[in-house]
């Protein structure tokens, strides 16, 4: 069980820095991993990933 979620967060980990928005990201992962553990986790993870590089972005 632990290498699962260890493997589930490394691909979580590698899908994020592919994909371009949360929902494609949700997508990757939902589409390798079908409904495996909490889907609001999985959600606010990828929303959390992206606002902290929004984040991280010069103003204009």
Do not use: C, K
């Not at 371009?20 to 990757?28: K, P, W």
């Not at 939902?30 to 409904?35: D, P, R, T, V």
């Not at 889907?39 to 990828?46: F, G, K, R």
């Amino acid at each position: 069980m632990i290498e699962g979620t260890r493997g589930y967060i490394a691909e979580f980990h590698q899908a994020a820095h592919e994909a371009t928005s949360a929902t494609e990201l949700i997508d990757v992962m939902l589409a390798q991993h079908g409904s495996r553990g909490n889907p609001w986790t999985l959600e606010s993870s990828a929303h959390a990933w992206f606002a902290r590089w929004e984040n991280q972005r010069p103003a204009p």
